[in-house]
């Protein structure tokens, strides 16, 4: 199983979440009733705690990133990039098996793949302050 596109498809379900109301998972659910991933090569399982964790953990998760922002506030972070420095902080402090230096690395490359050209230093900006932490 891949945990790289595990990884994508979890960020795009947050993401959905951050435009859709409903919980995450009738979120889970429409993602793969509408989407043409080949559930045989990622970890679904996987892809449900790390929704399910980011959802319970929330506001926590903002209150990390928020405290990183320098003259911002959260709501001026794209829904895309917020989604992604949710998921990567929920593995950072929540998941003990993934160094937190691998989930910066993702991140970086999810924002390179579905961002702009400023998300991914943006990114390693504030995930990196909780390398050291």
Same mark, same amino acid.
């Given at each position: ?19 859709? %109301?409903? *919980?995450? %998972? ?19 399982e ?14 926590? =998760?903002d ?20 989604s992604? =420095?949710?998921?990567? =902080? ?14 910066v690395?993702?991140?970086? %490359? ?13 990114i390693? *900006? ?8």
């Amino acid at each position: 199983m891949n945990r790289k596109k595990s990884r994508e498809v979890a960020m795009k379900i947050l993401y959905q979440m951050t435009i859709n %109301e409903g *919980g995450y %998972e009738e979120a889970i659910k429409n993602y793969f009733e509408n989407s043409e991933y080949n559930i045989k090569n990622i970890d679904v399982e996987y892809i449900k705690y790390i929704v399910k964790g980011v959802t319970d953990n929330i506001c926590e =998760l903002d209150e990390k990133i928020e405290s990183k922002l320098i003259n911002w506030k959260i709501n001026r972070i794209s829904k895309i990039n917020l989604s992604i =420095l949710r998921l990567a =902080l929920y593995e950072m402090f929540y998941c003990d098996d993934i160094p937190r230096r691998v989930s910066v690395n993702e991140a970086i %490359e999810l924002a390179k793949k579905y961002s702009d050209d400023s998300s991914p230093k943006f990114i390693n *900006g504030i995930l990196g302050n909780f390398v050291v932490d």
